[in-house]
């Protein structure tokens, strides 16, 4: 069988567990101008696409054509010239000698280093407990949500308000537990990020988990009653089975995890507004701040523009090699 | 059944008829803090003054900041659903300047300069743009010193004119109410408010942030001994440990629950004090001018509110009409009276009704004749976040004053110019 | 299922720890929104709140409407969600089961949508839809949050569509299915935690956002619960015991879809199990 997917990697990794996917590849039997005329084949592929496709290209389509094109002039919207300039790719060159950018850089990949596989290891966790728990297990489940089903700006303003010296609960904590000094925890740039680390974690685990959960119970029961015949242990089975079986669902969540993280905006928004100083601005930050506050739109587009060509090459970089690693 | 469905359409018809002659002007305003209900009643006495002219309030999100990322929305879109926009002061130098704003000097013509001279001065300076009026002033607001009146009382302490004499005050009530009574509290977040922070003990100097040209004419000494007076008023155990912490919000609260003597705050905190079931100084606040460093003169910080008309409406003429009928006295002394907003005219605060209204409007005049203009630039936001967030880190004790001060002047060297 | 291989104790506790993450900032807005604001200044800071009131309640009922709020978020997260899993699903389908060299480049391009911040797609996205005649309509907020939710549902339904094997859409298929039957009839059915696992991501992100609803409909009557509930603050002050009051109402449709949900995913659950 052909495997062209993102998820290449899983049907060696299981393939004795679906024996009839040797099956399917006879179905390449029927040649491609056979399958055209048959509205059951490759046709009705393309016309099952056409609904997305419409959509994108209704919503979509227009509004990142003019970001492009907006990153290429220069377009202050409050510098009282007239018309929009057109500079190539004098943005471009702007950025890279912009501090701002390459703080608000540094900041964002942080985040993304320290919280994506952070929210992973904690939403594996997760899911596995709640896939294992039989007990209150609606509870469980709820509690494993709930982080998720809080609004995110909220989530930003809550958590600042747990980090706030005087009226926060973890000053409150520390101090009966260990009569420790109350810290100001979101006015010192490391604490500060640690802070906002600590809160991205804890409201994207659940999100993690939610997809992993999903992929653990696909895996079928009876891979596991077969090893533990064959007298393997929890660990080798965790190794062999759960894992490479959830490599797909972990690879989806990764992908979806990164991007969302390079556009990490609200919990730092709110928590420290990007302070002390730029300590903790995101590159989303900074682009909102161009684009709406200082009406920049040229050069909020261009740091726009980055920010997708740094999501398409890690995402590219998900699909080589984690894709590829997770399969065999 | 059909007879009802016929007589439907003729209502329709009919309505549709009467709003072909009237014309639908819709305004913008914030949320709850500028009272929509009474500008509402103040439209509704304009429709009927003014037959065939409807008004459509619509209230925008209820900080300036949401409102501003939906004015800049629409009207970046060139969108001309929006007739009338309330602005922050902040905002009139940089929404002209994006073309979004159109300049009433022709509307208004030789009437302009007479109505000029009317307001507190600040604020026919925010307004005038590059020598355009392009929004009149509607709300004043400005930063005030809250007192408690009480303790100044049982301790015979004169109202502070100056900070050291604030400081000295402080401790010795903080000395005799023991407990953890904070001498002064004000705003270090970096929030919009530090730039105020930031502002008042510089302009208390006697200095000035820009030239008459708008150019930056930063005082680098002056500006580090401000910093330096309030991490001093933190060192002494006047101000708390955590003033980088503190925003608008916390100084309201913190007074009301009877835990400060001191407060720097906007206009609306009085009515908070006063108000609120949950008050612990009803009727033990005074109000005085902010204090000055030795050898200076008071200054405060202005805010409010601005009408400006949308350079994309349809209905511009009407709209300057309705905001100049807004920005009367008639109108300032209904909103002094019925919501206890400051007046943008000097005469409204000692206006007999009004002081009977709202007596603590005596003793804001003068804080607000006092109040001096953010930087008016059409990149504002620009300088804003420069001065919030380099104020912030400095009383944080990320930075030093010193290196605080020469942030401030490489930010803003670019910027005002 | 997974064997266990943690001690009972130790998953008790795991178990435990994970309740109290995730239940106790939700118990702190609970308790908060029964405690008065200068509650809040006290030091050291109260747990219980130490003059219980309902006030806060009242006045989430009575200062906005509500209502309105949740009603026109139900119905936008509600639409968006189901026009989302729809064509998520039509397009899932297709890229599970097309071999063709586009495969991964269109799955791409889906999922490329989502790479730019939306702040930067605002203007444009208002020019569309007041082209469209659609400001203020529900379907100004259904269509982009539809296609927000495209690419993490496609790429989450094509995991699982791919894990599902041909053999048994063959097998309906043979028994006179059309394609789009076995889609319906075998495949959706059998993947069932993939299918509600994007439906509630995709009513969770619809749920919750926020700058599209605040520009694209900003009437009164359209506007959706995030934008509403920061209506509760002041322009200087945030009154958490109100604000904690309206987010307990906003979670409520959250947790009621999580228990809903909950039957549906155990459901899939043992459909799924025909596989193993």
Same mark, same amino acid.
Request: hydrophobic content about 50%; proline content about 5%.
């Given at each position: 069988?052909?495997?062209?997917?993102?998820?290449?990697?899983?049907?060696?990794?299981?393939?004795?567990?679906f024996?009839?996917?040797?099956?399917?590849?006879?179905?390449?039997?029927?040649?491609?101008?056979?399958?055209?005329?048959?509205?059951?084949?490759?046709?009705?592929?393309?016309?099952?696409?056409?609904?997305?496709?419409?959509l994108?290209?209704?919503?979509?389509?227009?509004?990142?054509?003019?970001?492009?094109?907006?990153?290429?002039l220069?377009?202050?919207?409050?510098?009282?010239?007239?018309?929009?300039?057109?500079?190539?790719?004098?943005?471009? /060159?702007?950025?890279?000698?912009?501090?701002?950018?390459?703080m608000?850089?540094?900041?964002?990949?942080?985040?993304? !280093?320290?919280? !994506?596989?952070?929210?992973?290891?904690?939403?594996?966790?997760?899911?596995?407990?709640?896939?294992?728990?039989r007990? /209150?297990? /609606?509870?469980?489940?709820?509690?494993?949500?709930?982080?998720?089903?809080?609004?995110?700006?909220?989530?930003?303003?809550?958590?600042?308000?747990?980090?706030?010296?005087?009226?926060?609960?973890?000053?409150?904590?520390?101090?009966?537990?260990?009569?420790?000094?109350?810290? #100001?925890?979101?006015?010192?740039?490391?604490?500060?990020?640690?802070?906002?680390?600590?809160?991205?974690?804890?409201?994207?685990?659940?999100?993690?988990?939610?997809?992993?959960?999903?992929?653990?119970?696909?895996?079928?029961?009876?891979?596991?009653?077969?090893?533990?015949?064959?007298?393997?242990?929890?660990?080798?089975?965790?190794?062999?089975?759960?894992?490479?079986m959830?490599?797909?669902?972990?690879?989806?969540?990764l992908?979806?995890?990164?991007?969302t993280?390079?556009?990490?905006?609200?919990?730092?928004?709110?928590?420290?507004?990007?302070?002390?100083?730029?300590?903790?601005?995101?590159?989303?930050?900074?682009?909102?701040?161009?684009?709406?506050?200082?009406?920049? !739109?040229?050069?909020?587009?261009?740091?726009? !523009?980055? #920010?997708?060509?740094?999501?398409?090459l890690?995402?590219?970089?998900?699909?080589?090699?984690?894709?590829?690693?997770?399969?065999? | 059944?059909?007879?009802?469905?016929?007589?439907?359409?003729?209502?329709?018809?009919?309505?549709?008829?009467?709003?072909?002659?009237?014309?639908?002007?819709? +305004?913008?305003?914030?949320?709850?803090?500028?009272?929509?209900?009474?500008?509402?009643?103040?439209?509704?006495?304009?429709?009927?003054?003014?037959?065939?002219?409807?008004?459509?309030?619509?209230?925008?999100?209820?900080?300036?900041?949401l409102?501003?990322?939906?004015? *800049?929305?629409?009207?970046?879109?060139?969108?001309?659903?929006?007739?009338?926009?309330?602005?922050?002061?902040?905002? &009139?130098?940089?929404?002209?300047?994006?073309?979004?704003?159109?300049?009433?000097?022709?509307?208004?013509?030789?009437?302009?300069?007479?109505?000029?001279?009317?307001?507190?001065?600040?604020?026919a300076?925010?307004?005038?743009?590059?020598?355009?009026?392009?929004?009149?002033?509607?709300?004043?607001?400005?930063?005030?010193?809250?007192?408690?009146?009480?303790?100044?009382?049982?301790?015979k302490?004169?109202?502070?004119?100056?900070?050291?004499?604030?400081?000295?005050?402080?401790?010795?009530?903080?000395?005799g109410?023991?407990?953890?009574?904070?001498?002064?509290?004000?705003?270090?977040?970096?929030?919009?408010?530090?730039?105020?922070?930031?502002?008042?003990?510089?302009?208390?100097?006697?200095?000035?942030?820009?030239d008459?040209?708008?150019?930056?004419?930063?005082?680098?000494?002056?500006a580090?001994?401000?910093?330096? *007076?309030?991490?001093?008023?933190?060192?002494?155990?006047?101000?708390?440990?955590?003033?980088?912490e503190?925003?608008?919000?916390?100084? +309201?609260?913190?007074?009301?629950?009877?835990?400060?003597?001191?407060?720097?705050?906007?206009?609306f905190?009085?009515?908070?004090?006063?108000?609120?079931k949950?008050?612990?100084?009803?009727?033990?606040?005074?109000?005085?001018?902010?204090?000055?460093?030795?050898?200076?003169?008071?200054?405060?910080?202005?805010?409010?509110?601005?009408?400006?008309?949308?350079?994309?409406?349809?209905?511009?003429?009407?709209?300057?009409?309705?905001?100049?009928?807004?920005?009367?006295?008639?109108?300032?002394?209904?909103?002094?009276?019925?919501g206890?907003?400051?007046?943008?005219?000097?005469?409204?605060?000692?206006?007999?009704?009004?002081?009977?209204?709202? &007596?603590w409007?005596?003793?804001?005049?003068?804080?607000?004749?006092?109040?001096?203009?953010?930087?008016?630039?059409?990149?504002y936001?620009?300088?804003?976040?420069?001065?919030?967030?380099?104020?912030?880190?400095?009383?944080?004790?990320?930075?030093?004053?010193?290196?605080?001060?020469?942030?401030?002047?490489?930010?803003?060297?670019?910027?005002?110019? | 299922?997974?064997?266990?291989?943690?001690?009972?104790?130790?998953?008790?506790?795991?178990?435990?720890?994970?309740?109290?993450?995730?239940?106790?900032?939700?118990?702190?807005?609970?308790?908060?929104?029964?405690?008065t604001?200068?509650?809040?200044?006290?030091?050291?800071?109260?747990?219980?709140?130490?003059?219980?009131?309902?006030?806060n309640?009242?006045?989430?009922?009575?200062?906005?409407?509500?209502?309105?709020?949740?009603?026109n =978020?139900?119905?936008?997260?509600?639409?968006?969600?189901?026009?989302s899993?729809v064509?998520? =699903?039509?397009?899932?389908?297709?890229?599970?089961?097309?071999?063709?060299?586009?495969?991964?480049?269109?799955?791409?391009?889906?999922?490329?949508?989502?790479?730019?911040?939306?702040?930067?797609?605002?203007?444009?996205?208002?020019?569309?839809?007041?082209?469209?005649?659609?400001?203020?309509?529900?379907?100004?907020?259904?269509l982009?949050?539809?296609?927000?939710?495209?690419?993490?549902?496609?790429?989450?339904?094509?995991?699982?569509?791919? =894990?599902?094997?041909?053999?048994?859409?063959?097998?309906?298929?043979?028994?006179?299915?059309?394609?789009?039957?076995?889609?319906?009839?075998?495949?959706?059915?059998?993947?069932?935690?993939?299918?509600?696992?994007?439906?509630?991501?995709?009513?969770?992100?619809?749920?919750?956002?926020?700058?599209?609803?605040?520009?694209?409909?900003?009437?009164? =009557?359209?506007?959706?619960?995030?934008?509403?509930?920061?209506?509760?603050?002041?322009?200087?002050?945030?009154?958490?015991?109100?604000?904690?009051?309206?987010?307990?109402?906003?979670?409520?449709?959250?947790?009621?879809?999580?228990?809903?949900?909950?039957?549906?995913?155990?459901?899939?659950?043992?459909?799924g199990?025909?596989?193993?």
């Amino acid at each position: 069988m052909k495997n062209v997917g993102l998820v290449s990697g899983q049907n060696s990794g299981v393939g004795p567990a679906f024996p009839a996917i040797e099956m399917t590849s006879g179905m390449k039997i029927l040649r491609p101008w056979q399958r055209l005329c048959d509205l059951n084949g490759a046709t009705l592929d393309y016309v099952l696409l056409l609904p997305a496709f419409l959509l994108l290209a209704l919503i979509v389509v227009y509004p990142i054509g003019r970001l492009f094109y907006n990153s290429f002039l220069d377009l202050r919207l409050s510098s009282s010239v007239d018309a929009a300039q057109f500079v190539g790719l004098q943005n471009y /060159a702007d950025v890279f000698h912009d501090g701002e950018f390459w703080m608000a850089l540094r900041n964002t990949v942080l985040v993304v !280093v320290i919280t !994506v596989p952070g929210a992973l290891v904690v939403g594996l966790g997760l899911a596995l407990l709640a896939n294992q728990v039989r007990r /209150a297990r /609606a509870l469980l489940r709820l509690s494993l949500l709930l982080p998720w089903a809080l609004p995110l700006s909220f989530t930003g303003l809550i958590f600042a308000w747990f980090f706030h010296s005087e009226y926060g609960v973890v000053n409150d904590v520390l101090q009966r537990l260990g009569g420790i000094e109350p810290r #100001m925890w979101l006015t010192q740039a490391w604490s500060a990020s640690a802070a906002i680390w600590l809160t991205i974690i804890w409201k994207t685990s659940s999100f993690m988990a939610l997809i992993l959960l999903a992929g653990l119970q696909m895996i079928p029961r009876s891979l596991y009653e077969a090893a533990e015949v064959d007298g393997a242990s929890a660990w080798q089975q965790f190794r062999h089975i759960t894992l490479p079986m959830l490599t797909p669902s972990i690879l989806v969540a990764l992908i979806f995890r990164t991007i969302t993280a390079l556009q990490t905006f609200d919990i730092p928004y709110t928590m420290t507004h990007g302070g002390p100083g730029q300590a903790t601005e995101t590159l989303a930050m900074l682009i909102h701040k161009t684009t709406i506050d200082y009406l920049d !739109v040229g050069y909020g587009s261009t740091l726009a !523009v980055m #920010m997708f060509v740094l999501s398409l090459l890690l995402s590219m970089v998900y699909i080589r090699f984690v894709g590829r690693g997770g399969g065999q | 059944m059909l007879k009802c469905w016929l007589a439907g359409i003729a209502l329709a018809a009919s309505f549709t008829a009467s709003a072909a002659e009237e014309i639908q002007l819709h +305004v913008f305003s914030g949320g709850a803090n500028q009272r929509p209900d009474l500008i509402r009643k103040i439209f509704d006495d304009y429709e009927h003054k003014h037959p065939g002219v409807k008004i459509q309030l619509e209230t925008g999100g209820a900080t300036s900041e949401l409102q501003r990322q939906y004015l *800049s929305t629409v009207l970046s879109a060139k969108d001309s659903t929006l007739d009338l926009l309330a602005l922050d002061i902040v905002n &009139p130098a940089q929404f002209s300047a994006a073309g979004w704003l159109e300049p009433l000097d022709a509307y208004l013509g030789a009437g302009k300069e007479k109505r000029l001279k009317e307001y507190l001065p600040a604020y026919a300076r925010s307004n005038v743009i590059g020598g355009k009026l392009v929004a009149l002033p509607f709300v004043a607001d400005a930063m005030f010193l809250y007192y408690r009146k009480d303790l100044l009382e049982k301790y015979k302490q004169p109202v502070p004119k100056t900070w050291d004499e604030l400081a000295s005050v402080s401790r010795k009530i903080q000395e005799g109410e023991k407990g953890n009574l904070q001498g002064l509290s004000f705003q270090g977040a970096a929030i919009e408010g530090a730039v105020c922070t930031f502002l008042l003990p510089y302009w208390s100097q006697g200095k000035e942030l820009q030239d008459a040209n708008g150019k930056l004419s930063l005082d680098k000494p002056a500006a580090v001994r401000g910093l330096k *007076s309030w991490l001093s008023l933190v060192d002494q155990g006047v101000a708390k440990k955590n003033t980088a912490e503190v925003t608008t919000g916390d100084t +309201v609260n913190e007074f009301k629950a009877g835990k400060v003597l001191f407060g720097i705050n906007w206009g609306f905190a009085w009515d908070r004090f006063q108000q609120d079931k949950d008050s612990a100084v009803r009727d033990k606040v005074g109000v005085a001018v902010l204090p000055a460093l030795a050898g200076g003169k008071s200054a405060s910080c202005i805010g409010g509110w601005q009408w400006g008309v949308s350079a994309f409406s349809k209905h511009k003429a009407e709209s300057v009409r309705l905001a100049e009928y807004l920005s009367t006295p008639e109108v300032a002394k209904y909103l002094a009276v019925e919501g206890s907003l400051l007046p943008v005219y000097p005469q409204v605060y000692t206006d007999p009704d009004v002081v009977k209204a709202v &007596p603590w409007f005596a003793s804001a005049g003068p804080v607000v004749q006092s109040a001096r203009s953010r930087p008016v630039s059409p990149r504002y936001s620009e300088v804003s976040d420069k001065i919030r967030t380099v104020t912030h880190a400095a009383l944080a004790g990320a930075t030093s004053p010193e290196q605080a001060v020469d942030d401030i002047e490489s930010g803003l060297v670019r910027v005002l110019r | 299922m997974m064997p266990r291989f943690a001690p009972r104790l130790l998953l008790r506790l795991a178990a435990a720890s994970v309740m109290l993450n995730g239940l106790f900032p939700v118990i702190w807005i609970a308790l908060t929104s029964l405690k008065t604001e200068t509650e809040l200044t006290r030091q050291p800071i109260t747990w219980w709140p130490h003059l219980l009131t309902w006030e806060n309640y009242h006045r989430v009922a009575t200062e906005q409407p509500l209502l309105t709020f949740v009603t026109n =978020s139900l119905v936008v997260a509600i639409l968006s969600t189901a026009l989302s899993l729809v064509v998520a =699903s039509f397009a899932a389908y297709a890229l599970a089961r097309l071999e063709i060299r586009g495969r991964r480049l269109i799955l791409g391009v889906i999922v490329c949508s989502s790479m730019f911040p939306l702040v930067t797609l605002l203007v444009p996205l208002f020019e569309t839809m007041r082209a469209l005649g659609l400001l203020n309509t529900y379907t100004a907020l259904v269509l982009p949050y539809t296609v927000l939710n495209l690419p993490v549902c496609t790429l989450v339904l094509v995991s699982f569509f791919e =894990s599902i094997p041909r053999n048994l859409e063959n097998a309906a298929m043979i028994d006179g299915a059309s394609r789009l039957g076995a889609l319906w009839h075998v495949v959706l059915p059998l993947s069932a935690p993939g299918v509600f696992t994007a439906g509630i991501l995709a009513f969770v992100n619809a749920w919750d956002e926020f700058l599209l609803a605040l520009s694209l409909n900003a009437a009164q =009557s359209m506007r959706t619960l995030p934008v509403g509930i920061t209506l509760y603050q002041g322009e200087y002050t945030f009154p958490w015991p109100v604000i904690s009051a309206v987010l307990m109402i906003a979670i409520v449709p959250v947790i009621l879809l999580v228990v809903a949900f909950q039957d549906r995913i155990v459901a899939g659950l043992t459909a799924g199990g025909v596989k193993g």
